[in-house]
Every structure is written in structure tokens, then in C-alpha cells.
């Protein structure tokens, strides 16, 4: 079984998947008279296809135990996703490139406290991994109509695994 190791995960290495979710470096200004900060368009919202609408959702995830064997990723051709957690709890996603059609050699990226993440409209993906606790996260991401889900079986399951 090929390992993947967990690695940090920040702006720069996750960005041929998407974007990081989180308030460090993020453009920000005042708003409500000074009293509220907002950190302003932090992640690139896509959506394709017919009738395409915003939807904004909570899932509560159970937790997954380390080391990991990952036997599918999934991907939306016709929008982007967004997870943000709503707690401190980490989570990890875990994502692949695309290589001609099916998913390159996935990475795994651990969520530190108060990041989030969105990933790219048609970018494979692992399904949502709370680790340690049960884990409740905001979702945005594409309604409408058209099948916006496929999914891949790899033909022999990664072990992803914590560094050293």
C-alpha cells in the first residue's frame, strides 16, 4: 500500500485544488460602524451548469481514525465545494490532480484551527474527515440541475498517515 503522509496545510501548497479558508492574510475592513471586521471573499465560489444556485448547509460528520486507508475520491464537475468547520477540531482533505480523466497521486492536507477550505469546481476529492471528535461543518456548494458527482475506486487503497 502506497503511504501518503499528512502535511500542513496552507495557502501555497493547496492552491492547484482550491483555496484556504481562514482570516490570516485575508483582505479585511471595518463594517457595522467599527465594531465588525470582515474578511472579505476568501474563496472563488463556482457554479456551472443549468440553474445553478448557491447552497449553504450544515453536515455533521463522524470521525475518522489515523492511519487511513483511502479507497475512493469523488469530484463535482459543476461547482465548487466549501467546507469550514465550526469548531476548533482538525480535519484533513484530502485531494488528487487530475491525470487524463482519473485522480493523480493524492495528497493530504491537515486543517489547523480556524482554517477551511474550498475546493475547485471538478477537483478529486476524499469525502469529509473530522478527525478526534464528531465535527459539524458549514457547506457551499452547487444546486441545480445535471449529475454533479463522480466517483473513482482506486484499484489498490493509499494509507494516509501522520509524519514520522
Not at 489515523?66 to 467546507?83: N, Y
Amino acid at each position: 500500500m502506497i503511504e501518503i503522509v499528512i502535511e500542513p496545510l496552507t495557502q501555497e501548497a493547496y492552491a492547484p485544488f482550491g483555496q484556504v479558508i481562514q482570516i490570516e492574510g485575508a483582505h479585511h475592513y471595518p463594517i457595522n460602524g467599527g465594531m465588525t471586521e470582515r474578511y472579505h471573499d476568501l474563496a472563488k465560489v463556482e457554479l456551472g451548469g443549468v440553474h445553478a444556485r448557491p447552497l449553504v448547509s450544515i453536515a455533521r460528520g463522524q470521525p475518522y481514525a489515523l492511519p487511513l486507508a483511502l479507497k475512493m475520491v469523488e469530484r463535482h464537475p459543476l461547482g465548487s465545494q466549501a467546507f469550514h468547520p465550526l469548531s476548533q477540531r482538525p480535519f484533513l482533505s484530502i485531494v488528487a490532480p487530475d491525470k487524463g480523466g482519473t485522480p493523480g497521486l493524492p495528497r493530504a492536507f491537515l486543517a489547523g484551527p480556524g482554517q477551511g477550505i474550498n475546493m475547485a469546481m471538478n477537483t478529486w476529492h476524499a469525502v469529509l474527515t473530522p478527525l478526534g471528535e464528531v465535527s459539524d461543518f458549514l457547506i457551499i456548494d452547487r444546486g441545480g440541475e445535471g449529475n454533479n458527482l463522480e466517483e473513482y475506486y482506486f484499484p489498490e487503497p493509499y494509507l494516509v498517515v501522520e509524519r514520522g
